[in-house]
């Protein structure tokens, strides 16, 4: 079915599935931390009220309207579409216990993309999450304040009843406050953010239970936060815009809290796994980008594995190629390969963007011997099982198109698990 006329219908019925149930729609985007937002918000919200949120990548205008029919994609199959369409057309008229909140995450590739999904969805509260100078999916953007303009459709469109979720820590987004209508809600962790994060603490010690722990103050009140699992500063942002919608929603910080505990890491989000060999693997695969690469080498480098020996066990970076950053590619891979060399022992590059990352990496000072390059992740792959001993820590990072993924199945101690603990495990990615 032509993608064209398969938009026009998935927004025909999803117009006409939100004006028949009338759910609170909840609209997050930014250049990073989308889903994680998402996810902290669905947690908060799921015990106290009937939500929904996207699955998967459906951020898209294919993605979008299926989370409003409840519905999931059909590949390339006509007979599947249509089966699909026709019963998204039966639930407008009938759909059991229909969520009372939609939570839908919205990407944008180019100019018009957040503009598109917001002239049919309507949201009660816009979620930004940050910008970043470089940010991911640029490639169609003239730059960064490119970006923050398509972005700001979400919450140019609200009412003057809704709410702008605003990361006050990001000078893009918190410039947003001027175009939108709606009541303002910042978070960050500047004491001048409406809900404030401080005191925050990592749990780095013992890597078979990492953590959090940070105070939150809003208004005078303040409550304790800890988190397993999670362990990256930036994390936090998408903690403090899940409890900042929690209380637009007048849940109590002492429950919103509560509510956190159940926020795991997301597959191929900076989750840490049992690695062959003794080793640990930090799994970032499900994309990349300037912003989102920095701060998982920091994480690297803050972490230490001791081997039996007592001695520190080795860092490696195994990072593909960020994608779709268009003139901003070799700039942008020569600032990781930079940060490289301050935080890893070892790199190695895969893709063909990637040999800039290498080569800045050995400007500053990564010996010729430890720059490692592939053309691509199954090499990579295949070299770091005979390459890494125990005690080292494995970071493993790239866009999606490089599959970095499977370099995570080649290491893993649990490879039965890798439907479960992976991210692109389908059998729609298994021919790819």
């Given at each position: 079915?032509?993608?064209?006329?398969l938009?026009?219908?998935?927004?025909?019925?999803?117009?006409?599935t939100l004006w028949r149930?009338?759910p609170?729609?909840i609209?997050v985007t930014?250049s990073?931390g989308?889903?994680?937002a998402?996810?902290?918000?669905?947690a908060?919200?799921k015990?106290?009220?009937?939500v929904?949120?996207?699955?998967?990548?459906y951020?898209?205008e294919?993605?979008a309207?299926l989370t409003?029919l409840?519905?999931?994609s059909?590949g390339d199959?006509?007979?599947?579409w249509?089966?699909t369409?026709?019963?998204?057309?039966?639930?407008?008229l009938?759909a059991?216990?229909?969520?009372?909140?939609?939570?839908?995450?919205?990407g944008?590739?180019?100019?018009?993309?957040i503009?598109?999904?917001?002239?049919?969805?309507k949201?009660?509260?816009?979620?930004?999450?940050?910008i970043?100078?470089?940010?991911?999916?640029?490639?169609?953007?003239?730059g960064?304040d490119?970006?923050?303009?398509?972005?700001?459709?979400?919450?140019?469109?609200?009412?003057?009843?809704?709410w702008?979720?605003l990361?006050?820590?990001?000078?893009?987004?918190r410039?947003?406050?001027r175009?939108?209508?709606?009541?303002i809600f910042?978070?960050?962790?500047?004491?001048?953010?409406?809900?404030r994060?401080?005191?925050?603490?990592?749990?780095l010690d013992?890597?078979s239970?990492?953590?959090m722990?940070?105070?939150?103050?809003?208004?005078g009140?303040?409550?304790?936060?800890r988190?397993?699992g999670?362990?990256?500063?930036?994390q936090?942002?998408?903690?403090l815009?899940g409890?900042?919608?929690?209380l637009?929603?007048?849940?109590n910080?002492?429950e919103?809290?509560?509510?956190l505990?159940?926020?795991?890491?997301?597959?191929g989000r900076l989750?840490l796994?049992r690695?062959i060999?003794?080793?640990?693997?930090i799994?970032?695969?499900?994309?990349?980008?300037p912003?989102?690469?920095?701060?998982?080498?920091?994480?690297l480098?803050?972490?230490?594995?001791l081997?039996t020996?007592?001695?520190?066990?080795?860092?490696?970076a195994a990072?593909?190629?960020?994608?779709?950053?268009?003139a901003?590619?070799?700039e942008?891979?020569?600032k990781?390969?930079?940060n490289?060399?301050?935080a890893a022992d070892?790199?190695l590059?895969?893709?063909e963007?990637s040999?800039?990352?290498?080569d800045?990496?050995?400007?500053?000072?990564l010996a010729?011997?430890?720059?490692?390059?592939f053309?691509?992740?199954?090499?990579?792959?295949?070299?770091?099982?005979?390459?890494?001993?125990?005690?080292d820590?494995?970071?493993?990072?790239?866009?999606q198109?490089m599959?970095?993924?499977?370099?995570?199945?080649?290491?893993?101690a649990?490879p039965?698990?890798a439907?479960e603990?992976?991210v692109?495990?389908?059998?729609?990615?298994?021919s790819?």
């Open positions: 079915m032509p993608k064209k006329i938009c026009f219908i998935l927004k025909i019925l999803a117009r006409a149930y009338k609170l729609v609209g930014g990073v989308k889903t994680a998402k996810e902290a918000i669905y908060v919200l015990e106290k009220f009937g929904r949120r996207n699955i998967k990548n951020n898209n294919i993605g309207p409003i409840g519905q999931i059909c199959s006509v007979w599947r249509l089966q369409l026709l019963i998204g057309f039966f639930e407008i009938y059991k216990n229909y969520p009372k909140i939609l939570v839908l995450e919205m944008a590739d180019k100019m018009g993309d503009a598109y999904l917001t002239d049919f969805i949201c009660h509260v816009g979620v930004i999450t940050a970043g100078e470089i940010p991911v999916h640029v490639e169609f953007f003239q960064a490119q970006v923050a303009k398509e972005k700001a459709n979400l919450v140019r469109g609200l009412d003057k009843g809704g702008a979720v990361n006050y820590d990001d000078q893009r987004v410039a947003m406050a175009k939108t209508p709606a009541q910042t978070y960050g962790f500047d004491e001048k953010a409406d809900l994060a401080s005191n925050f603490e990592q749990r013992d890597l239970d990492v953590g722990s940070f105070k939150v103050d809003y208004q009140s303040n409550v304790p936060v988190l397993s999670l362990c990256a500063q930036h936090v942002y998408a903690v815009a409890m900042a919608v929690g637009i929603f007048k849940l910080l002492v919103i809290a509560q509510a505990k159940s926020i795991t890491p997301y597959p989750r796994l690695g060999k003794k080793t640990w693997i799994d970032d695969t499900y994309n990349s980008s912003s989102s690469s920095l701060k998982a080498l920091e994480l480098g803050r972490m230490s594995n081997r020996d007592g001695e520190p066990g080795r860092k490696i990072l593909g190629d960020m994608l779709e950053l268009g901003f590619s070799e942008a891979h020569r990781i390969g930079a490289v060399a301050k070892i790199l590059a895969v893709g963007k040999i800039f990352m290498a800045e990496a050995k400007k500053n000072g010729q011997e430890r720059a490692w390059y053309a691509d992740s199954e090499d990579a792959g295949r070299e770091l099982q005979d390459m890494i001993k125990e005690g820590i494995i970071l493993v990072k790239g866009s198109g599959r970095m993924e499977k370099i995570v199945k080649e290491l893993m649990e039965e698990r439907k603990l992976l692109r495990q389908g059998e729609e990615w298994e790819r």
